[in-house]
């Protein structure tokens, strides 16, 4: 399970077990909630990723994007699409992902592991995922073209070319596990954007004024040692 915090972000226990990193799902009412430099992007609904490479502000059109740096966040911003959050302990490398339909239907997930095994040497096997809050297969309905775009992860299912319910969050999970992340490591937050209520951004509930909610996460800067003599310890975050 995900836990809500004060600040209205979601965030993941199996992350928080990394004091290195931060990591969160924002809210409606969390707004920009990220503290310091922030990378995002022009979402176009495609299968491409950007390696911010240190660089805030928005980056370019893409739907993901990649980071090693420490003491810069990257985020993405969604309203019943799929926000995916990637992490490599290994290589203390970072991805952020937005997957609709479309960038789904592309592939995006696979896309960004093979990008991170070749630009961090990340091995998908010891990555950990975390899906976070996207409208759920009871709430999104789609008509035969999106439907059997997705038999190929879908093979049980016969209902996808006349229209059917797509369970976007289980797209998410096959694809990951496809590419080669264990089940194990892939956690979801079984919150729904669309009936979830006002907590949660949603085109489909509220089109037009949906606004959008940030997921994000990064690399904190480590103290040294030495950056430590002499603070007063009351002032550590």
Not at 11 to 34: H, K, Y
Request: include cysteine; aromatic fraction near 8%; charged fraction near 25%.
């Amino acid at each position: 399970m995900f836990r809500k915090y004060p600040d209205g972000v979601y965030r993941v226990p199996a992350f928080e077990q990394f004091p290195w990193l931060e990591a969160g799902f924002g809210t409606r009412p969390a707004g920009i909630w990220v503290r310091g430099p922030l990378a995002t992007l022009k979402q176009v609904h495609s299968d491409r990723w950007i390696c911010a490479d240190g660089r805030q502000g928005c980056l370019g059109e893409a739907d993901a994007l990649l980071s090693q740096t420490p003491g810069l966040m990257i985020g993405v911003f969604t309203a019943d699409c799929l926000p995916v959050l990637l992490v490599d302990p290994e290589h203390r490398a970072v991805a952020a992902v937005h997957a609709g339909w479309r960038g789904a239907a592309r592939g995006i997930l696979t896309a960004v592991i093979t990008a991170m095994q070749v630009q961090f040497g990340s091995q998908p096997d010891k990555l950990l995922a975390a899906i976070g809050p996207a409208i759920c297969g009871d709430c999104y309905e789609v008509g035969p073209e999106v439907a059997r775009r997705f038999q190929h992860w879908f093979p049980e299912r016969e209902d996808l070319d006349s229209g059917a319910r797509l369970d976007l969050p289980e797209v998410g999970r096959r694809q990951l596990v496809e590419a080669g992340v264990p089940r194990a490591n892939i956690a979801l937050s079984g919150l729904c954007t669309h009936h979830g209520g006002e907590e949660f951004c949603s085109h489909r509930r509220t089109p037009g004024r949906a606004g959008r909610m940030l997921a994000a996460m990064g690399l904190r800067i480590e103290r040294r040692p030495e950056d430590a003599k002499g603070a007063d310890p009351r002032s550590a975050p």
